[in-house]
């Protein structure tokens, strides 16, 4: 029977006011009643992963807590589809936050969470795009739906060493955009422009400034850092220009005044990975699968164990964090 099977897993437990994540062994009998049982075999590494690791309670409430916002494997108990059997991904909703995520070598959630591998793909593959390549698929969406063209100029991704920032970039230059990267990361430079950059460029670029409105610069922009470089992004943008923002490493607020908007048209778009319709989720997965596949951030991604995990997750937090880190359950 499932529930007698044990398992590893990386928990994080409350201790005299500290969490401390350790690998322990688990009992599937322990997981939530769900409909669909899989047994992971990969995972992802993200900023929301590092968050719930260091006890903020507003991505975890309760503890000890397994995190992993991705997981990819097989099915191996469900009641009704997807079958046993079936090879799966799943991210964002409530994974990862409050239900036992990825970090452990099973997960049971709702059967509506799980999206079917893309043909071609196998767990790894899929894992080495997880939520960032996902979010990045559809901040890119969102600017072509809104009209985005090479031909109308730059595109800039702040945070574009990031996760989420390198797959962006890598997409935006494959269908012919003219992408300028932002990075506090010197040494990543020729990094980005292996990905497809025209020009890297630092933080300086979008360093506070008193004037309601500067030159405009770019075309289109996906931000994945908001905070004040967001409110100076858009400063920057040209009339009837696009932002797609998705993060928010640099802070949550973003003061601003409606000059933008009012005088050159911007549009500020939201992106949500977690809560959208799977259709929406499965379409991007079928692009990253195939017209916006980014070989050259699949051969840069990084494996590690769960031995591993304590060290990365607190890179992510203090910002040293590059490119994309796959959690493997067998190493």
């Known amino acids: ?139 890119v969406n969102k600017l072509l739906r809104m009209g985005a063209a090479p031909e109308q100029g730059p595109v800039v991704v702040t945070g574009a060493s990031g996760a989420v920032g390198t797959v962006a970039v890598e997409i935006l230059a494959g269908l012919g955009f003219e992408v300028t990267a932002v990075s506090g990361k010197e040494d990543q430079v020729d990094a980005l422009k292996g990905l497809g950059a025209t020009a890297v460029v630092g933080r300086e670029t979008l360093e506070a400034s008193p004037k309601p409105m500067l030159k405009p610069v770019f075309a289109n922009a996906v931000d994945t850092v908001g905070g004040a470089p967001l409110a100076e992004l858009l400063k920057q943008v040209l009339p009837g220009g696009s932002v797609s923002c998705c993060g928010l490493v640099a802070g949550p607020k973003v003061e601003t005044t409606v000059m933008p908007f009012i005088l050159r048209g911007v549009n500020l778009l939201g992106v949500d990975s977690v809560e959208i319709p799977l259709d929406q989720k499965r379409q991007v997965w079928h692009k990253l699968s195939s017209d916006w596949a980014c070989p050259k951030t699949e051969a840069a991604a990084r494996d590690i164990g769960r031995g591993d995990l304590d060290g990365a997750l607190r890179a992510f937090l203090k910002g040293e964090s590059i490119g994309k880190i796959v959690l493997d359950h067998a190493r």
Not at 14 to 37: I, Q
Request: with cysteine.
């Open 1 to 139: 029977m499932s529930n007698d099977i044990e398992y590893k897993a990386w928990r994080v437990h409350e201790k005299d006011g500290e969490y401390v994540g350790a690998e322990e062994t688990c009992r599937v009998a322990d997981l939530p009643a769900n409909e669909v049982l899989i047994r992971v075999t990969h995972s992802s590494l993200n900023y929301k992963d590092a968050l719930s690791a260091s006890g903020n309670k507003g991505v975890t409430r309760n503890f000890p807590h397994t995190p992993g916002i991705d997981a990819a494997g097989e099915v191996v108990e469900s009641s009704g589809t997807p079958g046993k059997g079936s090879q799966v991904i799943v991210t964002g909703y409530d994974l990862g936050m409050n239900t036992p995520g990825g970090f452990g070598e099973y997960i049971r959630v709702p059967a509506q969470w799980c999206v079917e591998m893309p043909a071609g793909w196998d767990a790894r593959k899929a894992m080495i795009y997880g939520t960032a390549g996902l979010t990045a698929g559809l901040c």
